[in-house]
């Protein structure tokens, strides 16, 4: 471990790297900031431009965009009244009356303190966990890794939204799109007699398309209407920094969220929404005054803010160690480790752990630097906000097109990426969620060459039989079950949450 850290240093000072950090840190707050944008459409957008970059570079601006726009999310919630990610959504309750107050550069100034911390703490943990599971996965083999995959496949239930049905339905078209091309014994599928297909469908372009180009789609189809661009403007108050005795009052709280968050995320399905409420719950918990959270009080804007950036280090856990990726974002994440070829597991802390421990070491970089420009220009990134719609449609279908061309520059990839959008598109307006598809066309092929090897190792036993005769792919079968019903138990909580809350919410949005 100490000398992968050393190894790492050399790789994460350089030119290559920094830029790419604090690309990934201001890019990744003003996606945030953006109302109806998000983490995971802005990493999907910015792949194919990492496809000539150092792999250091390239990962660890993608981290940073990761906790950087669940931080920009705060910054409109508290300005504006609109949550920049569904993460901000609990920020908004405290942090818009905190504006209404004459206090929203104070309400700016928790909310970037406690996201560091949060994120520092995530990166913490995630340094010091990830290298003792990642040494458990040398015990894995092709059994091992099929289970995974089907594990890594249950938590499309988890990202199924409101209808578990339109989530499997999505999650096997997913499959579908992967097995698309040579099996692993060599047969062709799918592909109806196209060439470009024959190695698959491309996964950069898939996403691009289900995430950019649908977005560009429904903002066109909304330009008309009262949107996330309403003129809004809000006054710029109060101090920035908290006073130092309010702000030793909250450090127990902030610290408490951020474990909390960290916990959060590494569990599978779970993520910064979920943890955000929890937070939020546990500040009215600890309080001697409940009645107040919802009129504009430091803790309410501190709690939440903590918990959802102590997600990011924590969701990045599973995926690094075991390929897990547990919410829509990490398995975008995922593709980008993917396409440099950096597959998760032992030998990402080994073979490469110069570049592991490099991005895990600039991760928790990301997030100092991410309070240091949060708090020299965060209070003005709201106007990010305002910018018009019909200027940012076409941006960013522009970059969408270029973008995935330029990852093999290869027309039927535009195509693909087309396509995608429209799919994509359609399941929006419909309901039927979208990254199901991402997760089952990653996990797919990852099922279906690790159940051939299986097939081959098990010999004169069917493959059944071989996965009960070893003690881990017993453990994964044990935890498959246990996913299946994840969903439901989260879904209980989060409307537990919700509802506690329901009534400072309303009073929110009356103000």
């Known amino acids: 471990m100490f000398e992968g850290i050393e190894l790492a240093f050399a790789r994460l000072f350089t030119w290559d790297a920094a830029l790419g950090l604090f690309i990934g840190v201001v890019g990744g707050m003003i996606i945030g900031a953006l109302p109806g944008l998000s983490a995971t459409m802005g990493i999907a957008l910015l792949i194919p431009i990492t496809y000539g970059m150092d792999p250091t570079a390239a990962i660890l601006m993608l981290a940073a965009i990761y906790t950087s726009a669940v931080y920009g999310g705060s910054i409109s919630a508290i300005l504006i009244h609109t949550p920049g990610t569904p993460s901000s959504a609990a920020t908004c309750l405290d942090g818009y009356p905190m504006t209404q107050k004459g206090e929203s550069l104070h309400a700016i100034g928790l909310s970037t303190t406690a996201s560091v911390i949060g994120g520092v703490i995530s990166s913490i943990a995630l340094l010091l966990i990830a290298p003792p599971l990642a040494r458990l996965s040398l015990k894995f083999g092709s059994a091992e890794y099929f289970l995974i995959a089907i594990f890594g496949l249950t938590l499309i239930a988890s990202l199924a939204g409101d209808s578990m049905i339109k989530g499997l339905l999505a999650g096997a078209f997913g ?40 977005q560009v789609m429904i903002q066109a189809e909304e330009r008309g209407k009262t949107s996330s661009n309403e003129k809004v403007e809000a006054k710029i108050a109060g101090r920035f920094l908290p006073p130092a005795k309010e702000f ?13 968050g960290v916990f959060i995320g590494i569990l599978p399905g779970a993520g910064g929404d979920i943890a955000s409420w929890v937070g939020l719950n546990l500040a009215k918990n600890q309080s001697k005054h409940p009645e107040q959270f919802g009129t504009g009080i430091p803790a309410g804007v501190a709690a939440p803010e903590a918990a959802n950036n102590a997600v990011t280090g924590g969701a990045l856990i599973p995926l690094l160690t075991l390929g897990i990726p547990g919410s829509s974002t990490a398995a975008v994440l995922l593709g980008g480790l993917t396409i440099h070829g950096l597959q998760p597991g032992f030998e990402l ?17 990301a997030n100092i630097l991410m309070g240091l420009v949060g708090w020299a220009v965060g209070k003005y990134l709201t106007k990010v906000s305002k910018v018009p719609i019909p200027l940012l ?12 061309y330029a990852a093999s520059r290869n027309i039927a990839d535009v195509y693909i990426a087309v ?3 429209l799919i994509g598109f359609f399941m929006r307006k419909y309901g039927v969620p979208v990254a199901p598809i991402v997760l089952a066309m990653i996990l797919g092929p990852m099922a279906d060459s690790h159940m051939y090897q299986g097939i081959i190792q098990a010999n004169t036993i069917s493959f059944v039989q071989y996965l009960f005769t070893r003690p881990l792919s017993i453990f994964f079968m044990v935890l498959i079950i246990l996913a299946l019903f994840a969903p439901l138990l989260s879904k209980v909580i989060s409307k537990a949450y919700q509802k506690k809350n329901g009534k400072m919410a309303d009073a929110a949005e009356d103000i």
């Open 175 to 214: 499959l579908v799109c992967g097995l698309v091309g040579f099996s692993p014994d060599g047969y062709a599928r799918f592909t109806f007699g196209y060439i470009p297909i024959l190695g698959g469908i491309q996964l950069i372009p898939a996403m691009i398309g289900l995430f950019s180009i649908s």
């Open 248 to 260: 030793v009052g909250l450090i127990p709280l902030i610290l408490e969220c951020s474990v909390v």
């Open 349 to 365: 802390f080994t073979k490469h752990a110069d570049i592991t421990y490099a991005v895990i070491i600039g991760f928790l970089c």
């Open 393 to 404: 449609i076409p941006c960013i279908a522009m970059l969408s097109i270029l973008g995935s």
């Open 419 to 421: 396509i995608f959008g």
